[in-house]
C-alpha cells in the first residue's frame, strides 16, 4: 500500500471452492462469530447438491470449533471440517483463488466505505463463476521438489 492508504472499513468474505468447477460460494459478513460460519455453512448447504460429501478446510479460529457449529454438523453429517495446522500455511486451492482476487480486484481498487468493498466483492465473485474453471497443477512433482533442493543448497551453504 502507499504511504497515504487510507482504510474504510473491513468485511470478512467466506469463501468456499468447488474444486471440480472452479465456482466459489461467498459470503460477506461484518464479523467473524460462529453465528456467521454457521450461516456460511448452511448457505454452502443450500447451494449444494444434497447427496455431495463437503470438505471444509478451516483456519484454527475458535469460532469454528464452538458448540454451536458442532452442534450444526451434528444435524449436517454429510459436512466434515478440517483444520490447518496452527501457524502453518494454507497450501490449497481456496488460497490460490484469494491470491487471484487480491491481485485482480483488491490491489489497485479504491474503496471508500464498507459497501463500496462489499459491492466490488460480490461483483467479481459473480465475474469469476461465469468464467470459473479447475486450478491445474502445471509442474510436476519432479519439478516441485527440484526446486525445494536447489533452494536449500543455496540457504544451507557456508555463506549463511
Do not use: M
Not at 466459489?24 to 464479523?31: D, E, H, T, Y
Amino acid at each position: 500500500r502507499s504511504h497515504d492508504y487510507k482504510r474504510h472499513g473491513t468485511i470478512d468474505l467466506f469463501a468456499a471452492l468447488n474444486t471440480a468447477t472452479g465456482q466459489v460460494i461467498g459470503k460477506l459478513s461484518a464479523r467473524h462469530r460462529a453465528e456467521d460460519i454457521r450461516d456460511f455453512l448452511a448457505e454452502i448447504d443450500r447451494r449444494t447438491e444434497p447427496a455431495l460429501d463437503i470438505h471444509v478446510i478451516c483456519d484454527n479460529l475458535s469460532a469454528h470449533k464452538t458448540p454451536a457449529i458442532r452442534r450444526w454438523l451434528l444435524d449436517h453429517p454429510r459436512f466434515q471440517l478440517h483444520f490447518t495446522p496452527t501457524y502453518s500455511s494454507w497450501i490449497n486451492q481456496v488460497e490460490r483463488w484469494f491470491a487471484e482476487l487480491q491481485r485482480r480486484c483488491l490491489q489497485r481498487g479504491v474503496f471508500c466505505s464498507v459497501d463500496e468493498l462489499t459491492t466490488a466483492l460480490e461483483n467479481w465473485i459473480e465475474v469469476w463463476n461465469a468464467h470459473a474453471r479447475p486450478f491445474t497443477w502445471t509442474a510436476t512433482a519432479d519439478q516441485i521438489i527440484d526446486r525445494i533442493c536447489r533452494y536449500c543448497s543455496k540457504i544451507s551453504g557456508p555463506a549463511h
